[in-house]
């Protein structure tokens, strides 16, 4: 059960990559494989609903992608880099498995040594994940605000996928459903400033979660498992969508049963963004209204921890998520985890 009453969300800060590489252009990759199974052009499109994703320039480190993003929320918010207390790296990439990512983007954006820095890692769940915690901190009164931020790099994991599919001339259509969901991954960035709450807040408010864990499937996605030479992720792509909406729907209704948080409460849905298809069932299963839900799968693809808070970022700068309104964040990671949280932003005046 989380419940936060001095909690504000302060400044988000995003940065998408230069590169956009269209879902015809994959497929014009695969054109070797679509031949020889005979698989009709454009059904990456319209499986998934990705249009196009974007990418880092080759090399881009995940915290140098991070550290993109959160200088751009310091920027906007107006913050000096010396009163960040806290600071959370939260992505599935990540630049070597030690140090923790945090050390590079702590240096990266000068931030002060008395600056309480980790990683944390949950899928696509980790930036939620990273809320909570820095959430906690804050209401505990351990730290007055902190940074939570995400760099995704999926240049390497696309690019190993698309060589293995067309130099691997064996494979059948059974046999490439595992790596579809590869196909579908974007890269971004994002970072969020978290503050104490002030006794007359008129920013957004983090003041509600719940979650569920259903490790029994936890079988259902791995990436990059030890040994592997190259970047690749094996996905059962349809068994993982029914069960993550079943882990979300045990979610909802501990969520949904706290007074004020039904779905005829709230106005706007953050969703990780996995296709078309998983929102759709997503929405039905769950009895939401879907066109409360705020999506931007189309030219961003699945960007990891990246999408569901990048989505209430760009949400937010275009008015669809304003004064006045509730939001929910719903997260589902591979695992699989299930994460929702609540934001309030009742008051009149606007968030940076």
Same mark, same amino acid.
Request: charged letters at 20%; hydrophobic letters at 40%; aromatic letters at 6%.
């Given at each position: 059960?989380l419940?936060?009453?001095?909690? $504000? ?7 998408l990559?230069?590169? +956009? ?6 497929e ?6 679509y031949? #020889? ?5 454009g !059904?990456?499109?319209?499986?998934? =609903?990705?249009?196009?994703? #974007?990418?880092?320039? #080759?090399?881009? !480190? ?23 207390? $806290? ?6 990439? @990540? ?10 983007v ?8 008395t ?25 505990l009164?351990q730290?007055?605000?902190? /940074? ?11 690019e ?7 130099? &691997?001339?064996?494979?059948?259509r ?7 969901a590869?196909? +579908?991954?974007?890269s971004?960035?994002?970072? /969020?400033?978290m ?6 807040e ?7 979660? !719940?979650? @569920? ?7 259902? $996605?791995h ?5 592997? #030479? ?13 069960? =993550?909406?079943?882990?979300? $729907?045990?979610?909802?209704?501990l969520?949904?049963?706290?007074p004020?948080? =039904? ?12 296709g078309?298809?998983? %929102?759709?069932? /997503? ?5 939401? &209204?879907?066109?409360?839900?705020f999506e931007?799968?189309a030219?961003l693809?699945?960007?990891?921890s990246?999408?569901a808070?990048?989505t209430m ?18 997260g ?11 934001v309030?932003? !009742? %008051? ?5």
């Open positions: 059960m419940q936060y009453s001095r909690v $504000c969300l302060d400044t988000f800060g995003y940065q990559p230069p590169r +956009t590489l269209t879902s015809a252009e994959i014009n990759r695969l054109a070797p494989l031949d #020889r199974l005979r698989l009709t052009p !059904r990456l499109e319209l499986m998934t =609903g990705i249009r196009e994703r #974007r990418l880092w320039p #080759r090399g881009t !480190r995940p915290s140098e992608a991070a550290i993109l993003a959160g200088r751009k929320a310091l920027e906007k918010g107006g913050w000096d880099p010396a009163r960040i207390d $806290c600071l959370i790296f939260t992505s599935v990439s @990540r630049d070597m498995m030690e140090p923790a990512t945090a050390s590079f702590h240096l990266g954006l000068g931030l002060p040594p600056c309480l820095i980790f990683d944390i890692s949950n899928a696509c769940l980790g930036f939620l994940d990273g809320m909570v915690m820095l959430a906690n901190m804050i209401e009164g730290v007055e605000n902190g /940074l939570v931020v995400s760099g995704e790099t999926a240049e390497e994991l696309l190993s996928t698309l060589e293995t599919l067309v130099r &691997d001339t064996s494979l059948s059974k046999a490439i459903k595992p790596a579809f590869s196909l +579908t991954i974007g971004g960035a994002i970072a /969020l400033i503050e104490r709450a002030g006794a007359d008129r920013r957004c408010r983090l003041v509600h979660g !719940r979650w @569920r864990a259903s490790t029994g499937h936890s079988d259902l $996605c990436g990059n498992q030890h040994g592997a #030479r190259t970047t690749l992720m094996e996905t059962n792509s349809e068994e993982l969508m029914h069960r =993550g909406v079943e882990a979300a $729907c045990q979610t909802w209704q969520f949904s049963s706290v004020g948080w =039904g779905g005829e409460d709230i106005d706007r849905f953050f969703c990780h963004q996995v078309t298809a998983h %929102a759709r069932l /997503l929405f039905e299963r769950l009895g939401l &209204d879907s066109g409360k839900n931007t799968l030219r693809g699945n960007v990891g990246v999408s808070p990048i970022a760009m949400a937010m700068e275009q008015g669809a998520f304003k004064p006045g309104q509730k939001a929910a964040l719903l589902i990671g591979s695992g699989i985890n299930c994460m929702m949280l609540g309030d932003w !009742r %008051a009149t005046d606007g968030m940076h």
